[in-house]
Nanobody
Framework: QVHLVESGGESVQAGGSLTLSCTASDLPLKFYRIGWFRQAPGKEREGVSCINSNGGETTYAASVEGRFTISRDYAKNTVYLEMNSLKPEDTAIYSC???????WGQGTQVTVSS
């Protein structure tokens, strides 16, 4: 089974910033469209952002447009999600995955306090 591993989640105050990382030791991410997703307590998983394999196309959910930036580093086999101007409603477990998805990993917790 292939697992993507997420890291970088923390507890921050509203208005703060975080950068999440997504990597895989046994999968060359450069061949895949990669998405970031989040799941808040009691809610379904939702798509946050995605980036195509060559990095030339990115999309964002309306709720994060202008605040979040997705990028990829091919040398490090890593996809990042830079999150700025964080709001309490951004609190969730953030996960990354290929599109279509591999096995889901554990994700990384982001908690934003007001």
């Amino acid at each position: 089974q292939v697992h993507l591993v997420e890291s970088g989640g923390e507890s921050v105050q509203a208005g703060g910033s975080l950068t999440l990382s997504c990597t895989a030791s046994d999968l060359p991410l450069k061949f895949y469209r990669i998405g970031w997703f989040r799941q808040a307590p009691g809610k379904e998983r939702e798509g946050v952002s995605c980036i195509n394999s060559n990095g030339g196309e990115t999309t964002y959910a309306a709720s994060v447009e202008g605040r979040f930036t997705i990028s990829r580093d091919y040398a490090k086999n890593t996809v990042y999600l830079e999150m700025n101007s964080l709001k309490p409603e951004d609190t969730a477990i953030y996960s990354c995955n290929t599109i279509p998805p591999q096995t889901w990993g554990q994700g990384t917790q982001v908690t934003v306090s007001s």
